[in-house]
């Protein structure tokens, strides 16, 4: 989507209302009397043209208006009508491995999390959590799925039933295009693996111990056959909640010679969603990540719509994208708009605790707020049971406040790279906070507006 605003106040929107096939992008050149240059584009990444074939571009959408929050909300319900969006599932609200443990995640670990939250279902806030997702570190190498490593004795099965019998429902992280250099899966297989069009196969990023990272192809017929399958194993366990990371292995690379000729990025991406969805089934929860959006309209209940949250504010030299406080929540709310029209936007992660962080207390609230105002998605990520009383009451807030806050916005998004004044609508008002995102770190909630 491109939006073009005059001094004015007027507005032009081009948005690509679906994305199956091909990647939508803008090429505009600004001049300074206006716009000297544009085009909208659809990728073609040189597939081949079967002899009789026919190209066709993606729908694009031409919007005018000068309020800019029913003009992107116009949009979204457009993109989801003619994209098929799903709309099935509430916000999810549960607790998550990552962001305390990281790979050093233990079946030990979750359990005693579990166990702190079932300890308090009785209590109105906790018992509103209802998932526990086991992210990265319980599996055996990138790509292999079936088995897990020696900190999760029994596996996934184990972990879905311990997750079940204390009343949570178990979810899990999986990279389902990623294949670590040395998997099984990539010994076995090897004319699984994406290939560039010079036959090496392709890595765009290195993983733990130096290991490269491949990617499966997701045109290949028998790829999809094991994805469909692996997911379906997934799911008979009795997990009903998967989130995917790394998806953009599957479509980032230029120049790579899929094993079906004919196929784009986008559609290797779909083809790769649509088999996890057969196999998961219609009504499991999925959460995409790391990925281009448009290919996953219609496939997905959720979507990090986020760089990745940090212990720590930011960190000098970082790149434009880098994962930090500030960066999380200009994506949270620059795509706001998305949120209960697409799907289910996940901000990522509540952190709230201080151990093991840099984060300030306000710096902790900032992010606290953020994810309440955003609407979406609230899975907590610390260890629960060293959090102080100052932190956990935090926690409290968030869970007590989850799903009141709708339709989120940024009011001062045509004049801040970061937005730093954020609306939303609670109890029938409209609120405001107030981000300090480039000075004191702090936020400050101003009600009924």
């Known amino acids: ?268 991406l779909r083809r790769g969603f649509e088999a996890i969805r057969r196999g998961f089934g219609d009504d499991g929860f999925i959460l995409g990540g790391t990925m281009v959006f448009s290919p996953a309209v219609g496939l997905v209940d959720a979507m990090r719509v986020s760089t990745d949250i940090t212990p720590y504010w930011d960190r000098p030299g970082e790149h434009a994208e880098a994962p930090n406080v500030p960066n999380v929540c200009r994506n949270v709310i620059n795509h706001a708009y998305m949120n209960g029209r697409l799907w289910v936007n996940d901000p990522d992660t509540l952190i709230v605790r201080d151990d093991n962080t840099k984060l300030t207390r306000s710096e902790v609230e900032l992010w606290e707020r953020a994810v309440t105002f955003a609407g979406g998605s609230l899975l907590l990520s610390d260890r629960m049971a060293t959090l102080s009383p100052e932190r956990l009451a935090l926690v409290r807030r968030a869970l007590a406040e989850a799903g009141t806050y709708r339709n989120a916005s940024p009011a001062d998004r045509w004049e801040r790279t970061v937005p730093t004044l954020w609306d939303a609508e609670k109890g029938g008002c409209r609120a405001r906070a107030v981000f300090a995102l480039d000075a004191t770190h702090g936020v400050e909630e101003i009600a009924n507006l």
């Not at 005693?112 to 055996?140: C, H, I, Y």
């Open 1 to 268: 989507m491109c939006c073009l605003r005059r001094p004015d106040g007027a507005m032009r929107l081009f948005g690509f209302t679906t994305g199956a096939d091909r990647f939508g992008h803008f090429d505009v050149k600004l001049g300074k009397d206006g716009v000297d240059a544009f085009h909208a584009l659809c990728a073609c990444d040189r597939a081949e043209l079967p002899s009789g074939g026919r190209i066709e571009t993606e729908s694009l959408l031409v919007l005018d208006g000068t309020d800019t929050e029913a003009l992107f909300a116009a949009y979204a319900d457009r993109w989801a009508a003619d994209s098929h969006a799903r709309r099935r599932f509430a916000p999810p609200i549960g607790w998550c491995s990552w962001y305390y443990y990281f790979s050093r995640v233990t079946l030990v670990d979750v359990i005693e999390n579990m166990d702190w939250f079932a300890a308090r279902r009785d209590e109105p806030e906790f018992s509103k959590v209802r998932f526990n997702q086991l992210d990265d570190g319980w599996q055996t190498a990138l790509g292999d799925w079936r088995g897990s490593n020696g900190k999760f004795p029994g596996g996934l099965a184990r972990f879905a039933d311990e997750a079940t019998k204390r009343g949570f429902t178990p979810a899990v992280w999986v990279a389902p295009f990623a294949v670590e250099e040395g998997a099984a899966v990539a010994a076995e297989h090897p004319d699984w693996l994406l290939r560039y069009a010079a036959g090496a196969p392709v890595s765009t990023m290195m993983w733990r111990e130096g290991h490269r990272v491949f990617a499966l192809d997701a045109t290949h017929p028998a790829v999809l056959a094991h994805l469909e399958a692996l997911f379906r194993d997934i799911r008979a366990l009795g997990i009903d909640y998967v989130k995917l990371d790394f998806c953009m292995l599957e479509s980032s690379a230029p120049d790579v010679a899929y094993h079906d000729r004919t196929a784009t990025r986008a559609q290797a």
